[in-house]
């Protein structure tokens, strides 16, 4: 099984900057980013990121422009840079890879923290 870990999580200003990494603990070149996902206590988990089955990353509204997923296969991790960043952009971070291909390989982080002040 892939082990993922998401990190880089902190406290922040309105309008600061974060990376967001989310190592696996074995090679991720076979593996597509599925999601990532942020969720604040009471709240419904929101999936604001995703890669479709064409390989093109899709942005939900809520952080196009601003957030932007990348990769190094060499290191097996997964960034995810996130700029502008508002108090609602507050929550736990999670990453999620799989195979499009193959739904029984899918593995799950236990997330980040981000806390962006006003």
């Known amino acids: 099984q892939v082990q993922l870990a998401e990190s880089g999580g902190g406290l922040v200003q309105a309008g600061g900057s974060l990376r967001l990494s989310c190592a696996a603990s074995?090679?991720?070149?076979?593996?597509?980013?599925l999601g990532w996902y942020r969720q604040v206590p009471e709240k419904q988990r929101e999936l604001f990121a995703t890669v479709n089955r064409g390989g093109m990353t899709n942005y939900a509204d809520s952080v196009q422009g601003r957030f932007t997923l990348s990769r190094d296969n060499g290191k097996n991790t997964v960034y995810l840079q996130m700029n502008s960043l508002k108090p609602e952009d507050t929550g736990v971070y999670y990453c999620?890879?799989?195979?499009?291909?193959?739904?029984?390989?899918?593995?799950w982080g236990q997330g980040t923290l981000v806390t962006v002040s006003s």
């Open positions: 074995e090679s991720i070149f076979g593996l597509n980013v």
């Open positions: 999620n890879l799989g195979d499009l291909r193959v739904p029984q390989r899918e593995y």
